[in-house]
T-cell receptor, first 113, second 113 residues
Framework: AQSVTQPDIHITVSEGASLELRCNYS??????LFWYVQSPGQGLQLLLK??????LVQGIKGFEAEFKRSQSSFNLRKPSVHWSDAAEYFC???????????FGTGTRLKVLA | DAMVIQNPRYQVTQFGKPVTLSCSQT?????MYWYQQKSSQAPKLLFHYYDKDFNNEADTPDNFQSRRPNTSFCFLDIRSPGLGDAAMYLCATESSGRAYEQYFGPGTRLTVT
């Protein structure tokens, strides 16, 4: 069965430090992969997506993610975190040819001033 | 300039008392989704509409129904809410012309007493 795993429930980083959020997926075919951010009281916002091609994808707000097929991973990175990045981050996979999305359980990011 | 609107933001209902959650959109997207997100869990897809075509997930309980009277509006009906239905309910939209870019509303938090 298809699944998405985000092994880190909580992550705390200092402002200005680099960030990497982990995501692993299980899917037989080449997946469509996504990262979303959810700030308190708001809906999920799409940060970036990967379908094919260059395995390093750039997103909004200075985020990037790298697809590694050999590791079934799609980790999210940011070189320098800002206090406003504190939020919950969700990795998701879409089953190609469908309108079905599977989300991970999320990673809550806390940023220390 | 809200694009996906959910009303109400907070809903309290009694055990067994039917409740309806509302979602409207100004994006003219033809695909609309309903997700259930329980505390510390991944958003779980309940069903989606592709235009007027309703697509139910296999594991969505019969207690959950949906209506889409027009492109802009979609409703989630819970016929007999149980305590286990307490959750955040997220509505999302997507254009089939620009697939795999979901836009989420802020969610409705449902409490069952």
């Amino acid at each position: 069965a298809q699944s998405v795993t985000q092994p880190d429930i909580h992550i705390t980083v200092s402002e200005g430090a680099s960030l990497e959020l982990r995501c692993n997926y299980s899917y037989g075919a080449t997946p469509y992969l996504f990262w979303y951010v959810q700030s308190p009281g708001q809906g999920l916002q799409l940060l970036l997506k990967y379908f094919s091609g260059d395995t390093l994808v750039q997103g909004i707000k200075g985020f990037e993610a790298e697809f590694k097929r050999s590791q079934s991973s799609f980790n999210l990175r940011k070189p320098s975190v800002h206090w406003s990045d504190a939020a919950e981050y969700f990795c998701a996979v879409a089953l190609s040819g469908t309108y079905k999305y599977i989300f991970g359980t999320g990673t809550r990011l806390k940023v220390l001033a | 300039d809200a694009m996906v609107i959910q009303n109400p933001r907070y809903q309290v209902t009694q055990f067994g008392k039917p409740v309806t959650l509302s979602c409207s959109q100004t994006l003219n997207h033809n695909v609309m989704y309903w997700y259930q997100q329980k505390s510390s869990q991944a958003p779980k897809l309940l069903f989606h509409y592709y235009d007027k075509d309703f697509n139910n997930e296999a594991d969505t309980p019969d207690n959950f129904q949906s209506r889409r009277p027009n492109t802009s509006f979609c409703f989630l009906d819970i016929r007999s809410p149980g305590l286990g239905d307490a959750a955040m309910y997220l509505c999302a939209t997507e254009s089939s012309g620009r697939a795999y870019e979901q836009y989420f509303g802020p969610g409705t938090r449902l409490t069952v007493t």
